[in-house]
């Protein structure tokens, strides 16, 4: 036998997983443009959320609005993210992330940019709940981005895609500070639709999950797409043939997920996907995952409402003057606490894999408990901003982990499905937080407000130490067991 030939039948031998074809083929060129492309969805969704905070004040001066219609253009907007984030996951998880993506960037692209030439209050309302439909598609980014990462620092890159919402927030209040003052909400409203539009011209270079394609039985097409990261990373795949990892099971003695090879429960519906997250080996992880996406959104956009609540002067239930009453200070005070979200996220990237998930989570919860409770009595306006700006830094970093975590945790199969529902489940508690941060500060109830925030972030504290699985340095894995 020729030694060629020998060669040949060694390797068709050999059979490798998706998880080693991607450790051998490294983050390199491929995986920094599906970063790219992941972290603008990032952007537009961090883009649309933080816009809330300044064409509602606004809209409610031209308009003549009520303090509730004012709250309910943010509300709507968490409506329309709660219905996309179930249904953009379960379709992600039937037909695929690609199929998803595209949705997803015309709805928000569409609706985002119409909004901007609203005639009246009905219109707009209805125009911003179509936006938060895309948006609730920003969960489908995040799993399509982390099925091209190798295990190894998955951790910290999945913390480097949340940047991308970052920069967004950043951007946005700049933006929002150069046009507000001159050019009024309708072109921040337009120019802020910039992103999305990127996003829909730019979907033409995307390519399907390999991970996804693998859960689905489509071997070959997978392996077309790994040959491809391979030439543009300019590495090699392992020698033999490309399988995938079919089951797993929840080990409850030593809390791990591993991987076995017998039955495949597949799921081509979105009831049987939703049904899949509450069996029994899921159910524990899915209640805890919804608590903690429900804490970290009612926290976090809690705290943006806040900042701009206090910054325009809107508590005015003490004879002491504590806050600057001008449209200068809101833009100003709200792109500081926004500058909070990069040590955050410095410091999330540095604990994610020394630390780990779980703990990283719990401590960055108590740190940002710490922070915000000082504001249940009336302070300064430069503590109050201070003290706003601590805790932004500790809720970004536990709503950036929550964001790796929950991803890593459930199995491709489900994977978007379940976290686009606890995504929605966090969206319920974006459409709670303006009844909290904007009505009980008007209605001179600022101590309620703040220890209603405390006891929602202790709960997740709580409800992230009982998880069962910490994910550090774990393989994903595609289905569950029956």
Not at 44 to 58: K, N, W
Not at 67 to 86: C, P, W
Not at 220 to 249: C, F, W, Y
Not at 297 to 303: E, L, R, V
Request: proline fraction near 4%; glycine fraction near 8%.
């Amino acid at each position: 036998m020729a030694p060629q030939q020998q060669q040949v039948e060694e390797e068709d031998e050999h059979v490798y997983t998706l998880d080693e074809a991607l450790t051998a083929l490294g983050f390199g060129k491929f995986q920094y443009l599906v970063l790219c492309y992941a972290g603008l969805g990032s952007m537009v969704d961090a883009v649309e959320v933080m816009i809330l905070s300044f064409i509602g004040p606004a809209v409610k001066s031209q308009w003549g609005l009520s303090s509730t219609q004012e709250t309910l253009i943010t509300t709507v907007v968490f409506a329309g993210m709660l219905i996309g984030a179930y249904f953009w996951g379960i379709l992600a998880d039937n037909y695929g992330r690609r199929k998803s993506l595209l949705i997803v960037a015309v709805v928000t692209t569409v609706s985002a940019f119409l909004s901007s030439f609203s005639p009246n209050y009905i219109s707009l309302l209805i125009l911003r709940m179509l936006v938060g439909t895309g948006l609730g598609g920003g969960p489908v980014y995040g799993s399509w981005f982390l099925e091209f990462v190798p295990s190894r620092n998955r951790g910290m890159w999945m913390v480097i895609y949340s940047t991308f919402w970052t920069v967004g927030t950043i951007l946005e209040a700049l933006l929002a500070m150069i046009i507000m003052p001159r050019l009024g909400w309708r072109w921040l409203l337009a120019l802020s639709s910039i992103p999305s539009f990127a996003a829909f011209l730019l979907y033409i270079f995307t390519v399907e999950s390999p991970r996804y394609l693998c859960a689905e039985g489509r071997i070959t097409d997978a392996h077309d797409i790994l040959r491809k990261i391979a030439v543009v990373n300019q590495t090699k795949l392992p020698p033999g043939m490309l399988v995938s990892d079919q089951v797993i099971e929840l080990d409850e003695e030593q809390k791990l997920l591993r991987p076995r090879a017998n039955k495949i429960f597949n799921f081509k519906t979105g009831l049987s996907s939703s049904l899949m997250l509450l069996s029994p080996q899921l159910l524990r992880i899915t209640l805890l995952m919804w608590v903690v996406y429900f804490g970290n959104s009612f926290a976090y956009y809690g705290i943006i409402l806040l900042t701009s609540q206090f910054s325009a002067g809107e508590n005015r239930c003490f004879s002491v003057a504590l806050h600057v009453k001008n449209d200068t200070s809101l833009y100003t005070d709200v792109f500081i606490t926004s500058l909070a979200e990069l040590p955050g996220l410095l410091i999330s990237a540095v604990v994610v894999e020394k630390v780990g998930r779980k703990y990283s989570m719990a401590l960055m919860y108590i740190l940002g408990s710490l922070f915000l409770f000082p504001l249940v009595v009336p302070q300064n306006e430069a503590l109050t901003t201070a003290l706003l700006f601590g805790a932004r830094i500790w809720f970004i970093g536990t709503f950036t982990l929550a964001g790796v975590y929950c991803p890593e945790i459930y199995p491709t199969s489900v994977r978007s499905t379940g976290c686009g529902v606890a995504s929605a489940v966090g969206r319920i508690a974006g459409m709670v937080s303006p009844i909290v941060a904007v009505q009980l500060v008007r209605g001179c109830h600022q101590m309620a407000a703040i220890i209603l925030f405390e006891v929602v972030v202790i709960l997740s504290a709580i409800s992230v130490l009982l998880f069962p699985v910490e994910t550090k340095g774990r393989e994903l894995v595609d289905h569950v067991s029956v």
